[in-house]
């Protein structure tokens, strides 16, 4: 490894509204002019021309970026902890101290009086502190992994939600380096899937038990954001046999203004916005996105901002590994969760980590400026998870499936299982030679984990985990204030244990073969009885019993 040393319109408050789109009665975002003494008065996008998605609320401004990613503070933090991090009893001190923030007997938020379900477990320089712990140091790296693993298991138990990636189409006018969907790579055949195609790339993922999916697609006129619009109707209207549907569709597409995005909210079936800055460094941000839209830093990294404006705020950030030092990104990303949630009283619903992989055509992604190597991978997923304890991690195909065990020993939530990353890939027909050379066909990158759903369903299940494809806080409007208040009363393992163990019946009884299905059944029976992994009160047992019985006997979409 290499190393390296908004808001509202001014003039009027918009209404605060819960992860459900509901409005938070009687709380209001104040402009952020009043609220931080900082002026919002930044414009971004002067110079490139953002045709995906045309902004027609003009009036916007925002805080200038570079006021809240502050570079020259992230490196002085990187650089005065450096001794911090050989204390072992400074060290020890900052995990401790966030460890009782995570477990919120006393919720800190970082704005006084928000109903937010952010916490930010810690601060740049104790961030900083632990990225610089040498990863040769045992005992420390053994206290910040248990530190990771104990508040994951805390907040989100021995649960890990799946989903699967579906990609619509591969045009794209951007010149990312790091890509094969860049513009400069003639070698890639391009495609759209049609609105058959989609209906049949809905159903096979259906069909391998998925209820969550990520939809994505490059930027490009030969695919608009309003065939994006018609695509999530599309997928919203698939239903396969036996009760196939998709219960959640998260989005990962270009930039949008704030116009867009109320019209990606009206839909009513979009859950996540996910947009990855990429990299937080200008300087390398710049290198790394020559031409194209994404060229504009300001006006991505803003993104997050104007989806909060719209009302859109289950919002997922991340950083692309390998492009810059990985202190600096996570120290970044960091930053943009606080300043989403100073500003706007939700911050990041997820965080993802990507690790660079090999990309058709280009050589900058076999050789990263800054790999990070497996050790130093696994302490920033740790770090994350320390800082943000009640964000969702999330965890792609792009890691091998010994390192992905690795992972969620170090704090992951959520991961992709049976994933393909080329248009249309889902329905193909897979013999055994496709089969057997999926890591070279023309997706954005190269898998390492090509196992389907259903072996990572038995796998996850062997290694002690719970498979998850639950919805149901979204739906029931479980959200920041009233997340809070389960948390801080040691109740979340209530709703979200017995939800989990519905979902994986469901799972069982729909798609599992008799094998998979017997295992399946073993560890429900555990997870309620007097071995289980996690305490379910008295009362919600009963509750899971009967709401048990009712999945057993055929009734789908079944939750607390």
């Known amino acids: 490894m290499q190393s390296v040393l908004a808001q509202p319109s001014i003039g009027r408050a918009a209404p605060a509204l819960r992860r459900d789109g509901k409005p938070c009665p009687g709380i209001a975002i104040p402009p952020a002019s009043r609220r931080l003494g900082t002026v919002a008065n930044f414009i971004p996008g002067g110079k490139v021309q953002h045709t995906w998605s045309i902004e027609r609320e003009t009036h916007h401004t925002y805080v200038d970026p570079a006021e809240w990613i502050d570079e020259a503070a992230i490196f002085k933090a990187l650089e005065v902890t450096k001794e911090w991090a050989k204390d072992s009893a400074r060290v020890r001190e900052i995990l401790a101290k966030a460890k009782e ?52 298991n805390r907040i989100y138990g021995n649960r890990v939600v799946l989903f699967a990636p579906l990609y619509i189409a591969n045009h794209c006018m951007n010149t990312c380096t790091y890509c094969a969907f860049r513009a400069g790579n003639t070698g890639m055949e391009r495609s759209v899937l049609t609105d058959d195609d989609l209906r049949e790339e809905v159903a096979a993922l259906q069909r391998q038990g998925h209820r969550r999916i990520l939809a994505l697609t490059g930027e490009s006129p030969k695919y608009s954001f309003e065939n994006f619009l018609h695509a999530v109707d599309v ?123 090999p990309a058709d055509g280009s050589e900058l992604s076999i050789s990263p400026p800054y790999p990070v190597d497996d050790a130093a991978f696994k302490k920033l997923v740790a ?14 195909t792009r890691e091998t499936p010994e390192m992905r ?31 057997a050379n999926l890591s070279k066909l023309a997706g954005q990158f190269s898998l390492m984990d090509h196992r389907p759903t259903n072996e990572i369903v038995d796998w996850l299940m062997a290694e002690g985990y719970v ?94």
């Open 101 to 152: 923030k995570a477990f919120v007997t006393e919720h800190d938020p970082v704005n006084v009086g928000s109903k937010s379900e952010f916490v930010q477990g810690l601060g740049l320089e104790e961030c900083a502190a632990l990225l610089n712990v040498d990863e040769n140091n045992v005992e420390l790296m053994n206290d910040i992994f248990d530190t990771a693993l104990a508040i994951k």
């Open 235 to 357: 997928i919203g209207s698939v239903h396969t046999e036996p009760f196939g549907s998709i219960r959640r569709i998260n989005v990962e597409i270009p930039p949008l203004s704030v116009s867009d995005m109320r019209r990606l909210k009206e839909t009513d079936k979009v859950g996540t916005f996910v947009l990855f800055q990429e990299t937080y460094h200008r300087d390398t941000f710049k290198k790394m996105h020559p031409g194209g839209p994404k060229s504009d830093f300001d006006y991505r990294v803003l993104t997050q901002d104007r989806a909060m404006r719209a009302g859109l705020d289950d919002v997922g950030i991340g950083a692309l590994f390998g492009l810059f030092d990985y202190r600096y990104e996570v120290c970044a990303m960091l930053m943009h969760s606080e300043h989403l949630e100073r500003h706007y009283n939700a911050g990041p619903h997820t965080i993802s980590v990507p690790r660079m992989r």
């Open 383 to 396: 770090v994350i998870r320390i800082a943000v304890p009640y964000t969702g991690m999330i965890l792609s």
């Open 405 to 435: 065990s690795a992972l969620l020993k170090c704090g992951m939530s959520q991961m992709s299982a049976g994933s393909r990353t080329d248009v249309g890939a889902y329905h193909k027909d897979h013999t055994a030679n496709t089969e």
């Open 467 to 560: 498979p998850s494809w639950c919805t149901a806080c979204y739906r029931q409007g479980r959200t920041g204030e009233d997340f809070m208040k389960i948390c801080k009363a040691g109740d979340i393992h209530d709703f979200c244990h017995p939800n989990s163990l519905l979902t994986l019946q469901e799972y069982l009884q729909d798609y599992a073969d008799p094998d998979l299905r017997r295992k399946g059944e073993e560890v429900i029976a555990r997870e309620m009885g007097e071995q289980a992994s996690e305490p379910i009160s008295p009362q919600a047992l009963k509750r899971l019993e009967r709401k048990m019985k009712l999945v057993k006997d055929g009734k789908h979409d079944v939750y607390l």
